[in-house]
């Protein structure tokens, strides 16, 4: 099927950056969006940002002016999240997200798949 690899994660004191890298294999057609969500403890998993096949992107408010989505423009089936500035507040687990249509034994489909999750720490 389909799968997502993430990296990136880790800690760093607030004011700092950390740039988290997702990349989808398998038999892939096409990708419709592709992006980051993330949850804390105790709260609901909640939208970062992402990107559409098109190019337009859609941001939280809380990360706007900090975080930057972008594409591989190589690799067309990778994503990235530049988080600058980051606050203790971003501490969560990030998971990067994707719709998109593949093989499933020779047939189409569409469907959305997650990544198992990056943690992300911001602490003095």
């Known amino acids: 099927q389909v799968q997502l690899m993430e990296s990136g994660g880790g800690s760093v004191q607030p004011g700092g950056s950390l740039r988290l890298s997702c990349a989808a294999s398998?038999?892939?057609?096409?990708?419709?969006?592709m992006g980051w969500y993330r949850q804390a403890p105790g709260k609901e998993r909640e939208l970062v940002a992402i990107?559409?096949?098109?190019?337009?992107?859609?941001y939280a408010e809380y990360v706007k002016g900090r975080f930057t989505i972008s594409r591989d423009t190589a690799a067309k089936n990778t994503v990235y999240l530049q988080m600058n500035g980051l606050k203790p507040e971003d501490t969560a687990v990030y998971y990067c997200?994707?719709?998109?249509?593949?093989?499933?034994?020779?047939?189409?489909?569409?469907?959305?798949?997650w990544g198992q999750g990056i943690q992300v720490t911001v602490s003095s």
């Open positions: 990107i559409r096949s098109g190019g337009s992107l859609n």
């Open positions: 398998g038999r892939i057609i096409s990708i419709n969006v």
């Open positions: 997200n994707t719709n998109l249509r593949f093989f499933d034994r020779e047939v189409p489909k569409t469907n959305q798949f």
